[in-house]
């Protein structure tokens, strides 16, 4: 999504950058009422016919993808710290080839989108996602992620960030645990391994 | 004479092939249809991440940082050098020491200098 502002920003005042982001928000909002659907077809998907050749090139990219998935740093709120406690020395995010939580889009496989999803940060986090290259995977952490929680009937915060971003893993709590984070995360690479990339 | 040099020329094909093949792989698996194209205007534009910027970028600073900055290196140094001598201090004796309080000598004479030019001072 291109955020259309009628000036460059740079040659605006303040205020008047206040207000066509409240502009921008409104619109976003109105234009995203009805959630996406969540990309689930994997979990019944056919079983991949006999064909070796074709199925072990698919294992071998499967494979390259599910160990070096690296997620993009999008904490929002207190699940961020529960984020950070995995990927730090105790619940050790490298074993799974998740080194690094990259400060660009540019360079990341997987959004973990952790915490409270306001609807003025909703067009960045649409932004970013937009950024990131195919094939990309969203994980939304926390009640907020997956209803909006604690704040769904709040003016101002998104009530599931399906409604911004096709979300693939949801993680229940508040907030989840390390290691509900980290089931989530394998459930994502159970995604990687079924999805048949090669046309047959 | 010359084979001296074919290092080098194998480092230049080496460093060639690998060149192409890490800009070429991408194209390679697009074409396979391997990695899926679904271009967008965000993605494709030069900005490399985030948010673009707001009001004027050209934003200005205290000079007096820059004192600050200058000091920082002095002692910086300084520090490098006292604390590999400072965990040798008994093995290293007094040749050593004298060494360390010439360089201290010298080091402070430049802190005295900045301390009464104001330098220390924020006003």
Known sequence: MELNFEKPLSLLTLDEIDQQEGGVIQSFRTGHTSPYPDPADWLNGEEPPPGVFITSVEKVLNWSRHYSLWPVMFGLACCAIEMMCMAASRWDLARFGMDIFRASPRQADLMIVAGTLTWKMAPWLKRIYDQMPEPKWVLAMGACGTSGGLFRDSYSVVPGFNLVVPVDVYVPGCPPRPEALMRAIMDIHEKIDKTRILKR | MLVDYSYIALFLVAAILFTAVVLGLPVLLKKLGIVPSKPNPVKNSAYECGVETHGRTWVQFNFRYYYYALL?????????????????????????????????LIVLAGYLYAWKKGALEWN
Request: no cysteine; charged share 5%; glycine share 10%.
């Open chain 2, 72 to 104: 920082l290196i002095a002692f910086d140094v300084l520090l490098v050098f006292l604390f590999p001598w400072a965990t040798q201090i008994g093995s290293l004796g007094f040749y050593a020491f004298g060494i360390v309080f010439a360089f201290l």
